[in-house]
């Protein structure tokens, strides 16, 4: 039924049970796996002189973070049957854009995303990337929790 499956990963608990959930439906329907992570936009760019020094450590610990997560799913990826892996970062988009982006331009046919179950306060303050892909995407999304 899937061909090609979408991870969306941050390196979180939540997006690492979304990994395990994606490699085991890219096993059952042989697809291709493309583990994403969205590097959000340097947040001070508009404040002040922008010190490129820190703007060079940013995008190094964004990186070194998403070659982490990357690592994490290809470990799981490479566990018999393995599973045809390929890691995608996205740069200086917000993640429900970068994520829905990234679907259409790899063309897959599902999008898999973790979620930390936020309710309440916390949920209507910090917003929700997963609800914000289920919102956007024209593809079906599979949201673990």
């Known amino acids: 039924m899937f061909r090609h499956i979408l991870l969306a990963t941050d ?10 959930l994606a490699v085991e439906l890219a096993r059952v329907h042989k697809a291709r796996l493309t583990a994403l992570y969205v590097v959000d936009p340097y947040p001070y ?3 002040g002189e922008a ?13 070194q973070h998403a070659a982490e997560a990357h690592a994490k799913v290809m470990g799981l990826c490479g566990q018999a049957p393995a599973v045809e892996f390929q890691a995608r970062l996205a740069e200086d988009v917000a993640a429900a854009t970068g994520i829905v ?3 259409r331009q790899v063309e897959a046919d599902l999008i898999v995303v973790g979620s930390h179950g936020r309710t309440g306060v916390a949920r ?8 914000k892909v289920v919102a956007e995407s024209p593809i ?3 949201v673990a929790r």
């Open 45 to 47: 760019l508009g404040v």
């Open 124 to 131: 209507l303050m910090l917003g929700s990337v997963a609800s």
């Open 140 to 142: 079906p999304v599979l």
């Open 101 to 103: 982006q990234s679907a």
């Open 11 to 20: 390196g979180s608990s939540a997006s690492e049970h979304a990994a395990q």
């Open 51 to 63: 010190n490129p020094l820190g703007f060079q450590a940013y995008m190094s610990a964004a990186l």
